[in-house]
């Protein structure tokens, strides 16, 4: 049965490998989904499948009034953008130059940091307080300090995960594609869990390390840190120099810009 819910919000993240889906109310989130980033799709294809994720999980795709988008893949957002004018009547907000977000940007080059890089730093600062790095386990492991003051000036970007274990096993003749989780013990005895504990705990240690090198060249011994991301839950639960692992935080951040648009106008 269709829920007959007050108007929504869709905030819709494009990042390399999947689009994620948030559908609020207020400040609720409803439902989130998502699907792989077709960069062939066309509007229509756009169009149908939202409204169709959106029915499918019981809300009237019709109480969706307002859409923002956030994407780091520019082939897809002709299609997405008409998709939202065509199927949800609504003209979207777009993350990116001259957006109001309530952090300052003073890297080098501003311009080049992505979107999604943003309403992560966003959504960390606004929800949890600054000084802050925000972790991203996307297809790129990314770690963004933003400072007590709201600025955002460091940026690290290295290999995500799944990045990591495809180059594992499409450029060697006999390593097997593999299920990524955590094994017992980082003692491994076969080539499934040595893969797993060199991927894991490779990025565990990765993590700390570059937490502590941030702290100790900062000077912000009280940094906290969040973590986000489809794999970023299994960093966080090892490891105590993560703070919080919050899975929705993009979604959140995009939630939280899209407000400060509103009170602009």
Partial sequence: MINKENNMLLTVDVGNTNIT???FEGDEIKSTFRMDTGIT???DEYGIMICGLIKYKGFDYGKVKNVIISSVVPATMHSLLNASRKYLNTEPIIVGPGIKTGIRVTTANPNEVGADRIVDAVGAYEIYGGPIMVIDYGTATTYDLVREDGTFDVAITAPGIKLSANALWTGTAKLPEIEIKKPKTILANDTVTSMQ???VYGQIGQAEYIIEKVKEETGLTDMKVVATGGLGRIISENTSKIDVYD???TLKGMKLIFDKQKKRK
């Fill in 41 to 43: 799709r066309t509007s």
């Fill in 21 to 23: 889906f948030g559908l």
């Fill in 247 to 249: 899975k929705d935080l």
């Fill in 197 to 199: 504990a060199g991927l």
